[in-house]
């Protein structure tokens, strides 16, 4: 493995995160149900499609076992993808709460939406790495190391922690890009523990694995990993500040406020 690939499991991994994290915050402030969803969607696409799946397939990239040959069992590669993307809408589903008159945005802390949200986008980083090793053919068998994997498990959880505190309270732009960069490191730690993790017995006289080679998954996935960030960043640059969005969020609650109400207050 080259140091270029590591690096680029890393950037990979901040990227999504840190464009999944402006995404879920903004779902924090808009009115509309629909919208909402929408951003949680393009949150859950950028952490659990580009932050989390994409690095680690990046990061099998000069994957090698022994003398035999490596292949990946498409279905296994699509249905990591999939869970990745619904286990992080879950998360931040869970995570960032609807706003409505009684509840405005804040930098606060919710501790049962932040543990809950963090042990569900921890347990799925795990399931999907395990879902991807599941797909690995090799002339032989392949097991794991229980200490590693756990190991692996741990710092998935600490990066997962990071993301949904930094959907809930990182206010500041530069704590969420500390936190990105972080929690990215996280995730790509967390994959190659996770591959140091594997114990393969090579058989010989197997025949030559099935499947397809990671780089035909690799281009194709890193530009739509690039279309699905673009999106996202593109409508966060056009769509109103938090600050305005408050003020509207607080307009439209007076509005609907009998009037009565409103005099007894002033």
């Not at 500041?172 to 490191?185: D, E, Y």
Request: net charge negative.
């Amino acid at each position: 493995m080259g140091t270029w690939v590591l690096a680029l499991v890393v950037m990979t991994a901040f990227s999504g995160v840190f464009v999944g994290i402006a995404s879920a915050r903004k779902a924090a402030t808009v009115l509309g149900g629909r919208h909402r969803m929408m951003w949680l969607a393009w949150g859950a696409l950028s952490i659990g499609g580009v932050g989390l799946w994409l690095p680690k397939i990046i990061g099998l990239v000069g994957v090698e076992i022994g003398e035999s040959g490596v292949r990946y069992d498409i279905l296994w590669i699509v249905g990591s993808l999939l869970l990745s993307v619904a286990v992080c809408y879950a998360a931040l589903y869970v995570v960032s709460p609807v706003p409505n008159r009684h509840r405005m945005p804040s930098g606060s802390v919710e501790l049962g939406r932040l543990l809950t949200g963090g042990a569900i986008l921890a347990v799925g980083a795990i399931l999907v790495h395990l879902a991807l090793i599941t797909g690995v053919e090799i002339r032989g068998e392949i097991e794991y190391d229980i200490v590693m994997i756990s190991v692996s498990a741990l710092v998935s959880l600490v990066a997962a922690a990071l993301v949904v505190w930094s959907v809930q309270a990182g206010n500041s732009r530069l704590i969420r890009l500390g936190a990105s960069f972080a929690a990215g490191l996280g995730f790509a730690g967390a994959h190659y523990i996770g591959i140091y993790a594997l114990v393969a017995t090579v058989d010989p006289t197997s025949p030559l694995p099935d499947g397809i080679d990671i780089f035909s998954v690799l281009f194709p996935a890193y530009v739509l990993g690039l279309l699905v960030l673009t999106i996202p960043i593109t409508a966060l640059l056009m769509a109103p500040d938090r600050i305005a969005a408050e003020l509207e969020f607080e307009a439209d609650a007076l509005a609907e406020e009998p009037i009565d109400h409103q005099f007894e207050r002033a």
